[in-house]
Nanobody, 130 residues
Framework: QVQLVESGGGVVQAGGSLRLSCAAS????????MGWFRQTPGKEREFVAV????????YYADSVKGRFTISRDNAKNTVYLQMNSLKPEDTAVYYC???????????????????????WGQGTQVTVSS
């Protein structure tokens, strides 16, 4: 019954912007750290960004720092990834994920590993054209 559903992916020209959404259902994720990962064929999932359960701290991969912003609206049980200045190298399937909800830690490099998360969405495709 617990689901994370990503939306907002699509095709955009280099330099453009997209905002991804991750809507949770089946339970509340107000006390979970929420992360975004991305994956291209033949590669492992790559960490993108994470926001703490309280929303008061964030941590980003160096490759997206300054271009992407993660945020959350707990009233809507939704997490967002605002992606600006998109590059072709950003092309990937983007996944949102939630941790166990029992860590209660700030966002840090701890959350860069896939094994830190218990719940995953199905992903949404982002394609950045040249």
């Amino acid at each position: 019954q617990v689901q994370l559903v990503e939306s907002g992916g699509g095709v955009v020209q280099a330099g453009g912007s997209l905002r991804l959404s991750c809507a949770a259902s089946g339970r509340t994720f107000r006390r979970n750290a929420m992360g975004w990962f991305r994956q291209t064929p033949g590669k492992e999932r790559e960490f993108v960004a994470v926001i703490s359960w309280s929303g008061d701290s964030t941590y980003y991969a160096d490759s997206v720092k300054g271009r992407f912003t993660i945020s959350r609206d707990n009233a809507k049980n939704t997490v967002y990834l605002q992606m600006n200045s998109l590059k072709p190298e950003d092309t990937a399937v983007y996944y949102c994920a939630a941790d166990s909800g029992r860590i209660y830690a700030g966002a840090s490099a701890y959350y860069t590993g896939e094994d830190r998360y218990d719940y995953w969405g199905q992903g949404t495709q982002v394609t950045v054209s040249s």
